[in-house]
C-alpha cells in the first residue's frame, strides 16, 4: 500500500485552486470570529504545494503522504487542539503548573508544532532525498532541460535583427 505511486500529472491547477480556496475560507472563518476553526483549516494549506513540490515525473510517493505530511499534520493539529483546550482550562487564571518553563498552552504549540513540525521535515527530506526528492538521474535531466533552454535562448538572440543606429 505504501509502496504506490500517485498519478499527479495535470493536478497543478486544481492543486493551487485549492490552496485559494483554503487561504479564502481561513480569511473569511477568521474575519467571521471563527479563530479557531481557520487555525484548524490552515494546517491543510501546505498539503496543495508539499504535493506539488514532492511529485517526481507526475507522481508522488504514497510514502510520503503519510510520512512526513501525515504526521506533520497531525502534529500541528493536535497543537492546535491542545492550545484551545489549555487556554480555556486556565481563561482567567494561571496554570499551576509550567511545561519546559511555558503555560502549557504555549508548550502545546511550541513543542508540537515547532520543534515538531521542524523535526518531522527535516527527517523526512534525510531519509527521503535521494529516492522521492532527487531520484537518480533527476538531476541530470534537469540539468539537460537548462542546457536546451539556454542554447534554444541563444539560437533565438542570434537570429533575431538588430537594429543599429548611427548618431
Known amino acids: 500500500m505504501l509502496d504506490g505511486e500517485i498519478?499527479?500529472?495535470g493536478m497543478t491547477t486544481k492543486l493551487m485552486l485549492a490552496s485559494g480556496v483554503l487561504w479564502t475560507a481561513v480569511l473569511g472563518l477568521g474575519l467571521a470570529g471563527h479563530w479557531f476553526v481557520a487555525l484548524l483549516v490552515s494546517v491543510f494549506l501546505?498539503?496543495?504545494w508539499f504535493v506539488i513540490g514532492a511529485s517526481s515525473n507526475g507522481t508522488i510517493s504514497t510514502k510520503l503522504l503519510v510520512y512526513p505530511l501525515g504526521i506533520w499534520?497531525?502534529?500541528q493539529l493536535s497543537a492546535f487542539v491542545l492550545?484551545?483546550?489549555y487556554s480555556n482550562a486556565f481563561a482567567g487564571g494561571s496554570p499551576e503548573f509550567l511545561i519546559t518553563g511555558m503555560h502549557?498552552?504555549?508548550a502545546a504549540v511550541y513543542w508540537l508544532y515547532w520543534i515538531g513540525?521542524?523535526?518531522t521535515v527535516t527527517l523526512a527530506y534525510g531519509i527521503y532525498f535521494r529516492k522521492h526528492f532527487l531520484p537518480d538521474g533527476e538531476w541530470d535531466r534537469f540539468l539537460e532541460e537548462v542546457e536546451q533552454v539556454n542554447a534554444q535562448?541563444?539560437?533565438r538572440e542570434a537570429d533575431e535583427p538588430v537594429e543599429v543606429r548611427s548618431r
Request: net charge negative.
Open 7 to 9: 498519478d499527479v500529472d
Open 46 to 48: 501546505f498539503h496543495p
Open 73 to 75: 499534520t497531525g502534529l
Open 83 to 85: 492550545a484551545e483546550y
Open 104 to 106: 502549557p498552552s504555549f
Open 117 to 119: 513540525g521542524f523535526m
Open 153 to 155: 535562448s541563444e539560437t
